[in-house]
Every structure is written in C-alpha cells, then in structure tokens.
C-alpha cells in the first residue's frame, strides 16, 4: 500500500542511530525499509522541510539532504491546500487542533488514498474526523 511517511517515522531512521531506538522504534524503520524496497513510500515538501529544520550541524544537515535526494515530492495542487484547510476546519469545530503542516499531510494522503505512517499521536484524533488510514506504530 503506498503510504505517505510522516516526518515523526522519517526522523527515527534518519536522525536517531540504531542503538538508540526502542524495539517499536526499530519496528517503525523496518517498516519504512520495506516500504523503500517496495517503491511505496511517499514524501511531500514539508515533511521534507521538517526533517531538515532544526539541525545545527551542516554537516549532519547535508547527510541528511543527500539521503532524501532519492525521494521526489510528490507535488501539492491548490486542492490538497484547499483540502487541508477543510480539515482543519472541521478539526477546530470538534475541538480538535492541529498545525497547518499535519493538515496538509492528511489532504495529501486522502486525496491520493495513500495511508499514513506516523508515531504522532495527534493524527489518531485527525482520524476521528476525516477518513485517514493510519499505518500507526507508538514511539
């Protein structure tokens, strides 16, 4: 199934050394592995930008960049933005709040049936109000 990886599952197999990952941990990498031999792992700009952000060394920033040189983004249209917007409507009128980058990943992957990878606990309540297929693992 093509799943949209989210930026919480990218960063425990790109940003943590092995040893440092919990046995659950290391079960989310495995799984991005297989997705990656599959050809079913998917990347969008801001999970991109958000895995970038935040390093002070440019070195491990460049390391990094290079290692998700050989994802393409898949491109945003205005209606995945125009999605996104709806969902976080509909997400703050049941008291649900969200960021304007987790919208933008749940209108991605609904709008291209992907599912979503993720060990943020926050895309569990954005499933109560929008029909996401969550591949959940917790971290």
């Known amino acids: 199934m093509t799943t949209l ?4 599952a990218w960063s425990l197999a ?26 079913q792992a998917r990347m969008i700009g801001p999970i991109r930008q958000e895995l970038l952000s935040g390093i002070r060394n440019e070195e491990e920033f460049e390391r990094l960049r290079s290692l998700l040189g050989m994802f393409s983004d898949e491109p945003l249209l205005t209606d995945d933005y125009e ?10 009128r049941v008291g649900i709040a969200e960021s304007h980058i987790d919208s933008l990943i749940c209108a991605a992957a609904l709008r291209r049936d992907w599912a979503v990878l993720t060990t943020d606990h926050d895309f ?16």
């Open 5 to 8: 990886v989210d930026t919480s």
């Open 14 to 39: 790109l940003r943590r050394t092995p040893d440092r990952l919990s046995s659950t941990q290391q079960i989310v990498v495995k799984e991005i592995e297989d997705l990656i031999a599959r050809g």
């Open 83 to 92: 999605e996104a917007a709806f969902i976080s409507n509909r997400c703050r």
């Open 124 to 139: 569990e309540r954005y499933a109560i109000v929008v029909p996401l297929r969550l591949e959940f693992r917790e971290s």
